[in-house]
């Protein structure tokens, strides 16, 4: 990110991260359907694979959070 300070570019990243958590959730449903229904196993594959998909989106949050965390750092006295 070059341009930390421009409030717009934050915002869409905030924005942005939304939309990833809606369909990571959707896209896991849809997975988790097709493993339970290959696999019968009663809504553990759903349950499991949005699990995991939001393990893993909260890492990429984390990621995504270090510059502003930094930037925080920097500007305090």
Do not use: R
């Not at 959707?26 to 998909?53: H, P, R, S, W």
């Not at 949050?61 to 500007?75: A, N, Q, T, V």
Request: net charge neutral; hydrophobic share 45%; charged share 25%.
């Amino acid at each position: 990110m070059k341009d930390k300070n421009n409030p717009k570019k934050n915002g869409l990243v905030f924005v942005a991260m939304g939309f990833e958590l809606v369909f990571l959730v959707l896209g896991g449903q849809l997975l988790g359907e097709m493993l339970d229904k290959k696999y019968k196993l009663g809504g553990l594959g759903q349950g499991g694979v949005i699990i995991l998909m939001m393990f893993g989106w909260f890492y990429h949050l984390l990621i995504l959070l270090k510059p502003f965390m930094e930037d925080d750092k920097s500007e305090d006295p």
